[in-house]
């Protein structure tokens, strides 16, 4: 899934060391029971390589619990964020029901910014990722 979405967003041959010191803090986690969260806060640190920083502190409140889920706007869209990604505070007891949001939040992110205007298909091998976790 990740060499699907570094395949079609980044351009050939241009370095890219903050992608790439990303990449392999996450391909280090990948032995850790909650590899997917690290997942998720790799494609939240890649969306930000490519221009689109989603500030997420802005929106924290301490009324939610790490496992709720806010909706927030972000450019016109509205999204529907699990509290722990914008507290950046991962919870202790995760679920795939919690996995699958941040999937979510995180691809239609891609989509409104990169895929849908570009008119470019997103990896199947991302949407798989996603429908893991039902």
Do not use: A, H, M
Not at 27 to 56: A, H, P, T
């Amino acid at each position: 899934s990740i060499c699907s979405l570094l395949n079609i967003l980044l351009p050939e041959s241009q370095p890219n060391l903050n992608i790439y010191k990303s990449f392999e803090k996450f391909l280090n986690s990948i032995n850790l029971e909650n590899w997917i969260l690290s997942y998720v806060f790799f494609e939240i640190k890649l969306l930000k390589e490519l221009g689109f920083d989603i500030d997420l502190s802005s929106y924290t409140d301490d009324e939610n619990t790490l496992t709720s889920i806010k909706k927030i706007k972000i450019d016109g869209y509205t999204y529907e964020v699990p509290s722990y990604l914008i507290q950046q505070k991962i919870p202790k007891n995760i679920t795939n029901p919690l996995i699958k949001k941040s999937l979510i939040f995180t691809k239609n992110i891609f989509l409104n910014k990169f895929f849908i205007p570009n008119n470019l298909i997103l990896p199947k091998t991302r949407i798989v990722l996603e429908n893991y976790y039902t």
